[in-house]
C-alpha cells in the first residue's frame, strides 16, 4: 500500500528565504505527483503537477522536482513571502487502475513579515 | 478553468438524519472523487466514480453512499449521521488523462 510522507510538518521562516519541501513515496510505480496549497478552513488548490516521465515543473516562484526511483520529491519556493503561509501538501496517483491520489500528512508553513 | 462547487460550505446536521452532500464539476471529467479531511488522519478517499453509475469503494466507505445519475454531478450520503461524521468533505475530479486532480472548496460537515 502506498504511503506519503511529509518533512517537516512545520516550518516558520522570515520573509525573503527560500526553502525546501520534503516528500516521499514507497511504490515508486506512479502516475503523477501533484503538490497542493491549503489555506485555513479552504479547498486544495493544485500548485504543480509532474508526469512520471517528468523531471521537474515551475511555475513562478515555485519549482519541484521529482525522482521517481528513489520514491522523492521537492518543492522549492524561492524567495518566500508572507502570504505563502499555507499547508502545502503532496499526492501521488498510481498507475495500476486507482484513480484516487494517497496524501501526504502536509507541510504547514508560516512566513514571518 | 476548472471549476467545481459544492452544495454548501457549512453544515450542521444532527445525529441520524440522511444528509446529502452535492459535487458538480464543469469540464467534462470522466472521474469523480469523495474525500474526508480530517486533523492528524489527512485525506482518506470515501468514494470514487469512473463514469455515470459506476462508483468504487475507496478507504473509508463505511456509513457512506454515493450516487452519479449525471456526469457532472456527484453526490454523497450520510444514511444516517452520526458524530464521528464531523469532518470536512472535499470533492475533486479528474479526467482519464494525467492532467491532476481539481477540488471543490469543501463543506465543513458537523453532526451533533
Known amino acids: 500500500k502506498q504511503e506519503v510522507t511529509q518533512i517537516p510538518a512545520a516550518l516558520s521562516v522570515p520573509e525573503g528565504e527560500n526553502l525546501v519541501l520534503n516528500c516521499s513515496f514507497t511504490?515508486?510505480?506512479?502516475?503523477?505527483l501533484q503538490w497542493f496549497r491549503q489555506d485555513p478552513g479552504k479547498g486544495l488548490t493544485s500548485l504543480l503537477l509532474?508526469?512520471?516521465?517528468?523531471r521537474e515543473q515551475t511555475s513562478g516562484r515555485l519549482n519541484a522536482s521529482l525522482d521517481k526511483s528513489s520514491g522523492r520529491s521537492t518543492l522549492y519556493i524561492a524567495a518566500s513571502q508572507p502570504g505563502d503561509s499555507a499547508t502545502y501538501l503532496c499526492?501521488?496517483?498510481?498507475?495500476?487502475?486507482?484513480?484516487?491520489?494517497?496524501f501526504g500528512s502536509g507541510t504547514r508553513l508560516q512566513v514571518q513579515p | 478553468d476548472v471549476k467545481v462547487t459544492q452544495s454548501s460550505r457549512y453544515l450542521v446536521k444532527r445525529t441520524g438524519e440522511k444528509v446529502f452532500l452535492e459535487c458538480v464539476q464543469d469540464?467534462?471529467?470522466?472521474?469523480m472523487f469523495w474525500y474526508r479531511q480530517d486533523p492528524g488522519l489527512g485525506l482518506r478517499l470515501i468514494y470514487f466514480?469512473?463514469?455515470?453509475?459506476?462508483?468504487e469503494k475507496g478507504d473509508i466507505p463505511e456509513g457512506y453512499s454515493v450516487s452519479r445519475e449525471k456526469k457532472e454531478r456527484f453526490s454523497l450520503i450520510l444514511e444516517s449521521a452520526s458524530t464521528n461524521q464531523t469532518s470536512m468533505y472535499l470533492c475533486?475530479?479528474?479526467?482519464?488523462?494525467?492532467?491532476?486532480?481539481?477540488f471543490g472548496p469543501g463543506t465543513r460537515l458537523t453532526v451533533t
Open positions: 511504490d515508486s510505480a506512479i502516475y503523477n
Open positions: 475533486a475530479s479528474s479526467s482519464s488523462g494525467t492532467l491532476g486532480q481539481y
Open positions: 466514480s469512473y463514469d455515470v453509475k459506476m462508483k
Open positions: 499526492a501521488v496517483q498510481g498507475d495500476t487502475g486507482r484513480r484516487a491520489l494517497t
Open positions: 509532474i508526469q512520471s516521465s517528468q
Open positions: 469540464m467534462d471529467h470522466e472521474n
